[in-house]
């Protein structure tokens, strides 16, 4: 098996993984733990308030002490343990403390995913930019797949749904211990800052690069929204249309957003190329302005069926044109050395400190626009879209970027 196939099949699994519980796991604690909408957020906060620390930790062992393949192996294989721990607890606090592990151990994979396929293929001599995306096209398939399972076997609001992740957990584990060794660096001569992993926020120092981080964590309190509160806000349909698709399916409907990732995740070359990565931040902040705008005024039935789709279809846009982009654009600014810790940082901005503070502070508008357990859904989208459109137009002035696309975009104006 060719070294493509081999990493096609360890992104499939590592977003199988991540696939099987994210866009479910709200309604889950909705529906079947009736859990309030602050502490949904929080749990989901969780995700944002490991990956402040955790990639970074991670990805300083990755490049200095413990081979990325086989850390990335140990930590799926501890989230077996974590992933069966949470089938068994319905309070609150427990809940919570045992999905705090599960963001613990899992953010960072996603940061040493990216390190460890950017290494491989560098290895063997390929161009990053124009193979990565097919391959992690694979990624966005796995979390296809794995909510189409979820919402056929009806597990959206079951505890079934941590075990497959468990199963799936454990396998990567194991397949990750079959990948090409990545080497560490030599920690013999280096300095503390250096050896701690902390030698990657050498970026803040350049002022574009700063910039970008900076917007990184703005929009990265978007990017979660609609992976909390896109299930729960159809669920809230039932009253109304228990019988509508959108209704029953809601998990399925929902999938068509990582479908539509599937499809922009293979112009990102063209685009980066082409526009830079300025231009590409640019759609995406604006097309999160639409994703949400479309959810505040879709429903069930009718015209707003539609609505629903169309927000299903933009959102590939708005997550593959900054989270990809993002991740290469980091990955050509850094020294291979340092190259696990600069997407660990790139981790901790977007997932780490964007995704906390996006957790809490939706959750804070769930329940800001909720009276006698009714939310009023077009008020709560409008706000998300609203936050979209500022911090569109505050990117598009501050963030100075001159693109020369036979540079490979990596002309940056500091």
């Known amino acids: 098996m060719g070294i493509k196939q081999r990493l096609i ?13 994210l866009i479910s796991a709200g309604a889950y604690m ?29 990805g300083a062992i990755a490049d200095k002490w413990l081979s990325a393949e086989k850390l990335f192996g140990m930590s799926h294989l501890i989230l077996v343990v974590f992933f069966i721990g949470v089938t068994q607890v319905a309070s609150f606090s427990l809940f919570y403390v045992l999905m705090l592990f ?30 990565f995306p097919p391959i992690r096209v694979w990624g966005t398939i796995g979390f296809i797949i794995a909510a189409w399972c979820i919402d056929l076997l009806q597990w959206q ?15 990567l584990g194991i397949y990750s211990f079959t990948l090409p060794k990545i080497p560490t660096s030599n920690t013999s001569n280096q300095t503390l ?27 990265g309190a978007a ?14 349909f039932e009253v109304d249309y228990k019988d509508s698709f959108a209704v029953k399916h809601s998990v399925f409907l929902m999938s068509l957003s990582q479908i539509s990732e599937v499809i922009f995740i293979l112009f990102i070359p063209f685009c980066l190329k082409k526009f830079g990565i300025k231009k590409v931040m640019l759609m995406s902040l604006f097309a999160w ?51 696990s810790s600069a997407q660990g940082l790139f981790m901790m901005m977007v997932n780490g400190v964007g995704a906390f503070l996006g957790g809490y502070a939706s959750g804070l508008v769930v329940d800001c626009f909720t009276e006698k357990n009714i939310k009023d859904w077009s008020s709560i989208w409008f706000v998300f879209a609203g936050y979209a459109l500022v911090i569109g137009i505050a990117f598009a002035l501050l963030f100075k970027y001159k693109h020369n696309s036979e540079e490979n975009f990596n002309q940056i104006k500091h």
Do not use: C
Not at 9 to 21: H, Q
Not at 295 to 315: C, K, R
């Open 9 to 21: 099949i360890f992104n499939f699994l590592e977003f199988f993984v991540w696939g099987t519980w």
């Open 30 to 58: 909705s529906v079947t733990l009736k859990f309030t909408g602050i502490q949904i957020g929080s749990v989901y906060a969780t995700l944002g308030l490991a990956s402040l620390f955790m990639p970074a930790i991670m």
């Open 102 to 131: 599960v963001s613990m151990f899992y953010m960072p994979t996603i940061g040493l995913n990216n390190a460890i396929s950017y290494h491989i293929l560098e290895d063997y001599k390929y161009d990053i930019i124009k193979a």
């Open 157 to 171: 609001v079951g505890k079934e749904q941590f075990y497959l992740a468990a199963i799936a957990s454990g396998v």
């Open 193 to 219: 800052i250096q050896r701690l992993g902390l030698d990657a926020f050498v970026l803040f120092k350049k002022k574009n690069i700063a910039v970008f981080l900076i917007f990184s964590v703005l929009l």
């Open 223 to 236: 990017l979660q929204i609609t992976n909390i509160w896109g299930v729960p806000f159809l669920t809230d």
């Open 289 to 339: 302005i639409f994703r949400f705008g479309f959810f505040g005024i879709g429903s069930p039935s009718g015209l707003g069926v539609m609505f629903l789709i169309l927000s299903m279809i933009i959102y590939g846009l708005a997550f593959d044109f900054f989270n990809i982009s993002g991740s290469l654009f980091i990955d050509k600014e850094v020294s291979p050395k340092i190259r």
